[in-house]
Each structure stands twice: as C-alpha cells, then as structure tokens.
C-alpha cells in the first residue's frame, strides 16, 4: 500500500528566491507528472522526509 505524502514535508520541496515561491528540485518525468495530476494519494518516489536531527541521531 502506498503512503501519502506531502510536498511541504519533502527535503526536496524548496523555496525559489529569485522566482518567489516553492519548487520541488526533483524532475518528474512526463509519466509521473501525470500520475501526481491525476491520483488524489499519489507517493513519490523522490519523497525524502525533511528531518533536520536525521544526520544528528545518527552521531549518537
């Protein structure tokens, strides 16, 4: 079962200074943008969940 997931969650999910909004860095191909249009639950593959003390935790 896929999990949903959120873009304002995702590690790749950044803000554009120069264009004034967020993007996500990833390059979906044309396949999964159609995918991410169409299903309501759709799970990237790129998701990377942005947890800041992840590399932290990992130090102890």
């Given at each position: 079962m896929a999990t949903m997931?959120?873009?304002e969650s995702c590690a790749n999910y950044v803000y554009?200074?120069?264009e004034d909004y967020y993007e996500c860095?990833?390059?979906l191909d044309e396949d999964?943008?159609?995918r991410?249009?169409?299903e309501p639950y759709f799970a990237?593959?790129?998701y990377?969940?942005?947890d800041e003390?992840?590399?932290v935790r990992k130090q102890l």
């Open positions: 997931t959120s873009c554009d200074e120069e860095e990833m390059n999964e943008m159609a991410f249009l169409s990237c593959p790129y990377q969940c942005d003390y992840k590399i």
